[in-house]
């Protein structure tokens, strides 16, 4: 009976490994494909002020919208991107789209808020990110002082004497520099110091929670303090619930972002909901819970 199951099992490994290569050979070849064809969307999160309820600045994340295979996540298709050198003209992509769109939206009378952008390990490795970057921001005629770079702490901890000459030359272009899913990576803190950085990202594993679990909510609220330190404003991400939001901006959180305020949305939903973000700002109950 034991042999039985052993073989059962290893039937059922089997089968396992077979689906995950063949989605993998399909994602792969249509991924190819979705770049030429522009299969590519750039959906936009509101980053709001936990102060006053503005709409302060929106990140940019990017979805595939496949002909053959339906709106496809970036969890799903960016780590294989990554894999076969896709990853870099996807950024570039979602770099160009999000400047392009945003000044349209400036134009348009909309507040010039932040516009943030995700960059990967590779495309920051890169020697051409400076390029593509001064090219972004020349074509689109957006001021460098409205673009934010989001970078992990897995980017920042490669090559340090390398990061820290892309970061200040970055930073002599004018743009803005965040740290991304802060506290996820295995890494020091001296990097903090070292870099000339402006905005740090609380991951939301740890907000998910810090209403019931004092370890996450210590966490937190060292982190804003440290940041505060350092000179960082601190944004908060996943904020789902109104008992968050208030322990976050009792405790001084500068800016949050999450499904509380608004999932991320297709440009055409964009405007509108911006207008809300002014809306909400001046109702009274959204007046902080503790006045700062
Ligand atoms: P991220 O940069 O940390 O982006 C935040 C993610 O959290 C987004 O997932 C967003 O939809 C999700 N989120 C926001 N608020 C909430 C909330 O209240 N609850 C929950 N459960 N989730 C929330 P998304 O769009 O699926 O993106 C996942 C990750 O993929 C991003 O994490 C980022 O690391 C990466 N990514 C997205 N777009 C790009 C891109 O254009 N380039 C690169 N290199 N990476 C990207
Ligand atoms: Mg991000
Ligand atoms: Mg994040
Ligand atoms: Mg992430």
Redesign the pocket.
């Known amino acids: 009976q034991a042999k039985e199951q052993g073989r059962n099992g290893y039937q059922i490994y089997d089968e396992s490994m077979n689906a995950k290569a063949l989605e993998r050979i399909i994602l792969e070849s249509q991924l190819h494909k979705a770049l030429k064809e522009e299969e590519f969307e750039v959906?936009y999160?509101p980053q709001v002020s936990c102060r006053t309820g503005e709409v302060v600045g929106i990140?940019?994340?990017?979805r595939w919208n496949s002909k053959e295979l339906g709106v496809v996540?970036?969890?799903r298709f960016?780590p294989l991107a990554e894999e076969i050198g896709l990853?870099i003209q996807?950024?570039q992509w979602?770099m160009k789209e999000a400047c392009r769109q945003h000044k349209l939206w400036i134009d348009q009378g909309l507040p010039p808020v932040t516009i943030a952008?995700?960059?990967?390990g590779q495309?920051f490795l890169k020697n051409e990110l400076l390029d593509t970057v001064t090219a972004v921001l020349q074509r689109s005629g957006l001021d460098p002082g409205l673009l934010e770079l989001?970078l992990t702490e897995g980017v920042l901890m490669a090559h340090t004497e390398r990061t820290v000459k892309t970061l200040q030359a970055l930073k002599g272009m004018g743009v803005r520099l965040a740290i991304?899913?802060f506290g996820t990576g295995f890494s020091s803190l001296s990097y903090l110091k070292r870099f000339p950085l402006d905005v740090l990202?609380i991951d939301?594993t740890f907000i998910n929670d810090i209403t019931n679990d004092p370890d996450d909510a210590a966490i937190t609220l060292a982190t804003i303090e440290m940041a505060h330190t350092l000179k960082l404003q601190v944004i908060a991400?996943?904020?789902?619930t109104q008992a968050q939001l208030e322990f976050l901006t009792r405790n001084r959180c500068d800016m949050y972002?999450?499904?509380?305020f608004s999932?991320?949305m297709r440009p055409e939903e964009y405007p509108r909901l911006f207008a809300a973000g002014h809306a909400a700002a001046a109702a009274p109950d959204h007046a902080p819970a503790a006045p700062l």
């Open positions: 959906y999160q990140e940019a994340l990017v996540e970036p969890g960016l990853v996807i950024d979602v952008v995700n960059i990967s495309q989001e991304d899913d990202k939301r991400e996943g904020v789902e972002q999450g499904y509380l999932k991320p």
